[in-house]
C-alpha cells in the first residue's frame, strides 16, 4: 500500500490576514487599556465628591487633553453600559455610532444604579468632545444642550469645576454652528449665578467665553464694558488667566491703549504653555509685534526666528522691515499680498494704522540725513502726490515731537536743528522706569501664581493640647517668678 505524501502549504506570518489579525487584537487591548483608564478617572470623580476634595477632580480634567485622543466608539460605548444601568444608557447610545470591533468587558460588572450628577456630566462632557472631533456640529451642539440642562438643574458645590469645563465646550459648539450670538444671554445667567456662589473657576471660564463672543462681532464696546463691570478671579488657573489677559490686550489696542495693550499681551504670553498651545502663542506674538510697531518700537529679530513661530510670524516680518525702514511702496505691497491673512488675525485694522508710523519713520530718517530739504523732495522720496501734503505731515511731526526741525515757508524748506545728546534728555530714565516696572509686575504676577499643597498652613498651628500644655507651661513660670520676688523681700 502506497501511501501519498502531500505538503501542507502553511501561513506566512507576515501575510496581511495575520498582520490584520494583530493589528485587531492590539487595537482591542489599547481600547481596553483606555477603557481602564476613563474608569480610574470615574472612580477619581466619585472619590472627590465624597471626600469633598476638588483636588481629585482637577487632576481628571488637567488628564483630559490625553483622554480626548483615546476616546473612540467602542470605548465610550463601553463605558456607557459599565456606568449607567439598563434603562438610562439609550439617551447617551444615541449620540455615539455602532463601533467597528467589540471590547472584552465581560469581566467588568455593569452599574446596578444611577451615577452621580458629577459622573453623569463628565460622561456627557467625554461624548461632546468626541463628536467635536468627528466633525458631527449639530449632534455636539444638541448633546451640549442637554449638558447645559443638567448642570443648571444641580446647586453642588463639587460639581462647579467639571461645569466649567463645559461651559467652554457649549460656547465651542455654539461658535462653530454659526450659533454664538444665541447664548450670550445664557452665559450672562451663568455668570451671575456663579458670582453668588463664589464659583471662581466658572467666573474665569464664562467671563472668557463672553468676551470671545463680544470680539467675534468685533463688539468692542460691549467687550469693554464687561471688563469694567466684572471682577476676574484672582485663583483661576494660568490658561484662564493668559486668554483673560490676551482679549484684553485686544481691547486696549482697539481703543488706542497701546502700551497698556502690549503689557497684557506679554502678560498673557508668559502665562500661556511654553511647551504647548503653539497657536495661543502664534496668535498673541501677532498681536503683539503689531502694537510693538504702533507704540514706535521695533521687534526684536530673536522673535522671528523662533521655531514655532518663524512660518505663521513671516508676513508680520516683511511688515515690520517696512516700518523700520519707512518704506511706504514696501508697506503698500506687503498689504496687498497678505491683507487676507492680517485680516483672518483680525489685525488688519491695526496694521492700517501704522501707516502714520511708517511715515515718521522716513521723515525721522529724512531729518537725519539732510540739514535742510524742500517739500518737494520729501513728497517724492514719500511718494506722496503734492509737496503740500508733505509740508503738512512734516508740521505734524514737528508738532508731535518726531524730528527737531523748524518750518521756512518762505523759503520753501525743512531746516533739521543739530542732534543733542540723548542722555541729557528724559528718555534713558523713561527707558529704566519702563523695565523697573515690567520686572515689578513680572515679580507680583509670579508670587500670585505660586501653588502651595492643600492645608499646609495647618502644620505649623498648633494643636488644643499643645496650646493648653504651653498655657500650664507659662502659668507655672509665671509663678514660680512671683515667688521669687516674694523671696527676695523680708
Partial sequence: MVVESTDVEMKNADSPAAAGAETGDSKKDTDLQSLLEIREHVRQIEKAV?????RFILRVLRSLPSTRRKLNPAVLRGLINQIY??????????????PTTEIDTARIRSAVKSPVAEVDVYMYLLIVVRLLDSGKLEEASNCSQLLM??????????????????????????????????????LHARLRTATLRNDFEGQAVIINCLLRNYLHYSLYDQSDKLVSKCVFPETASNNEWARFLYYLGRIKAARLEYSVAHKHLVQAMRKAPQNAAVGFRQTAQKLAVVVELLLGDIPERQIFRQAALRHSLAPYFQLTQAVRMGNLQRFGEVLENFGPQFRQDHTFTLILRLRHNVIKTAIRSIGL???????????????????EDAEFIVAKAIRDGVIEATLDPERGYMRSKESTDIYCTREPQLAFHQRISFCLDLHNQSVKAMRYPPKAYGKELESAEERREREQQDLELAKEMAEEDDDGFP
Fill in 85 to 98: 444601568p439598563g434603562g438610562e444608557r439609550d439617551g447617551l447610545l444615541s449620540f455615539v455610532e455602532e
Fill in 50 to 54: 465624597t471626600s469633598k476634595e476638588p
Fill in 369 to 387: 540725513s539732510y540739514s535742510r530739504i524742500s517739500p518737494q523732495d520729501i513728497a517724492r522720496k514719500l511718494g506722496l502726490d503734492s509737496a
Fill in 149 to 186: 440642562n443638567k448642570i443648571t438643574s444641580q446647586n453642588r458645590r463639587s460639581l462647579d469645576l467639571i461645569a466649567a469645563k463645559c461651559y467652554f465646550y457649549h460656547s465651542r459648539c455654539a461658535e462653530l454652528t454659526g450659533k454664538l450670538d444665541s447664548i450670550r444671554g445664557f
